[in-house]
């Protein structure tokens, strides 16, 4: 029996280090945004662009065994973080994107940088007039972007109950 509860423990120990609570929040060298909250904002269909502002953002889930960041989105779905295009978004769609953190900082497939804060790049709504929308470009990003990195804000181990 010993052995037995020795491997749930150890079982259980990995499902604690895997999940993780985390927000996200802006390092850059621009004072307008440097710290800055980054939220995911409705703009389709089970789509929701991230957007940069405020002091508070949402809490996201992170999978280090799944390399996935994703949210509850609308009853049972569930939102994960994509790239779509050059737009960042929580999307109800399945992604080969895998998200991981170097220290503190997120990477996307391995790369912490290509992480931009740009406005009036045409999201449906027209939400990035007035705010600086995060995107990700691996080349030609627009001279009007802003190079930023995205931190793990605050973050908190959970073990989830599924």
Request: aromatic fraction near 12%.
């Amino acid at each position: 029996m010993q052995f037995n509860s020795a491997i749930l423990l150890a079982i259980a120990s990995a499902a604690y280090v895997a999940a993780e609570d985390v927000t996200l929040s802006v390092v850059s060298e621009n004072s307008e945004i440097k710290g800055q909250a980054v939220s995911s904002t409705h703009e389709g269909a089970g789509l929701s662009y991230l957007f940069i502002g405020g002091t508070e953002s949402p809490t996201y889930d992170y999978d280090a065994d799944m390399k996935t960041l994703s949210q509850p989105f609308s009853g049972s779905y569930v939102q994960s973080l994509s790239a779509m295009e050059h737009f960042m978004a929580m999307s109800v769609s399945s992604s080969e994107d895998a998200y991981t953190f170097e220290g503190d900082l997120l990477a996307l497939n391995g790369s912490t940088e290509n992480f931009y804060a740009c406005k009036n790049t045409g999201d449906p709504y027209d939400f990035s007039a007035n705010s600086y929308e995060v995107m990700y470009y691996t080349s030609d990003a627009p001279s009007s972007c802003v190079s930023i990195e995205l931190s793990k804000a605050g973050s908190s181990n959970s073990v989830s109950s599924d």
